[in-house]
């Protein structure tokens, strides 16, 4: 919301300083220019990054409006779904868990937290942290090492959509330039018109330098700096999930390894204690109430 309202300022206070300074002319060019400048935009962004990576970047600009999928109802399912398979492990061993972190997709557990099944890569991060510490128990810190090598790969692969947005609003104001540049060429070929004529065309050249600054400074730059923070508020839960499995598969009881988890969420995110703690015993009641 706070994002959806910094843009109706920003483009209603500028864009109306516009139509009240820029004239007829300027409104008539207005969506030539923003087609010109905002097709080449678009193009730069296709020429200079893979498929996945564009459709992330311009995907950014819905995500920079809806914020974060990751939020403190969320981070709870995590944690609650953590402790559940680890008590499980120490009940059962991992055969108990086998079924579902071999198809999470359609297990019965991962079904109690959508945030986690909806997140491929924290669903799947969990499952092979799993399968590892099945694999080698004697070794905890090659799931350790997996885990934080997952981390890195999401994040860094994520970060590569927000650098193209970084790209794109470094690049407005010379496409804003070369659209100015277009502007006066054609200016230039009616240079025999009448002054007032010449004032009107070369007042829609500069629009063109007015929407390449505009867009790059008052939409994409922010827009990609909202972007990043959210994509490092989605990669926290893989933070999180390495942090509890790491404690667990070093011996650590799986209460203890939640709370270390939990501690590790920022505050304006992070659920409380006795929340989780009775979303847990919750879960417990469910689980005994089904057998």
């Avoid at 470094?170 to 009616?190: F, K, Q």
Wanted: proline content about 5%; some cysteine; charged content about 15%.
């Amino acid at each position: 919301m706070p994002q959806l309202i910094g843009l109706v300022l920003v483009v209603v206070l500028v864009m109306g300083g516009l139509v009240l300074t820029g004239g007829k002319g300027a409104m008539e060019a207005l969506p030539f220019e923003l087609a010109l400048i905002g097709g080449a935009a678009i193009g730069t962004v296709l020429i200079g990054n893979s498929p996945q990576v564009a459709r992330q970047a311009l995907g950014g600009f819905v995500r920079s409006f809806r914020g974060s999928r990751w939020q403190r109802a969320q981070h709870q399912e995590l944690l609650v779904l953590l402790s559940t398979m680890m008590r499980k492990v120490r009940q059962g061993g991992f055969v108990a868990i086998e079924a579902d972190i071999e198809d999470p997709e359609s297990s019965a557990l991962f079904a109690t937290a959508p945030a986690v099944q909806q997140d491929p890569a924290v669903r799947d991060m969990i499952c092979d942290a799993f399968r590892l510490m099945a694999l080698d128990l004697s070794d905890p810190a090659r799931a350790d090492a997996h885990m934080e090598q997952s981390v890195a790969l999401h994040l860094g692969q994520r970060m590569k959509a927000v650098g193209a947005l970084n790209t794109l609003a470094d690049a407005l104001p010379a496409l804003g330039i070369v659209a100015a540049v277009l502007g006066i060429i054609r200016t230039m070929g009616s240079i025999d018109q009448a002054p007032a004529v010449l004032g009107s065309m070369i007042g829609s050249a500069l629009l063109g330098t007015f929407l390449g600054v505009f867009l790059a400074y008052g939409l994409v730059g922010p827009v990609a700096a909202r972007f990043g923070q959210i994509v490092e508020d989605e990669a926290q839960p893989l933070d999180v999930v390495r942090t509890v499995l790491s404690a667990f598969g070093s011996g650590v009881q799986p209460g203890i390894a939640v709370e270390l988890g939990r501690t590790s969420i920022p505050a304006e995110q992070r659920p409380g204690a006795e929340d989780v703690e009775q979303a847990q015993t919750a879960r417990r009641f469910a689980e005994r109430a089904a057998a």
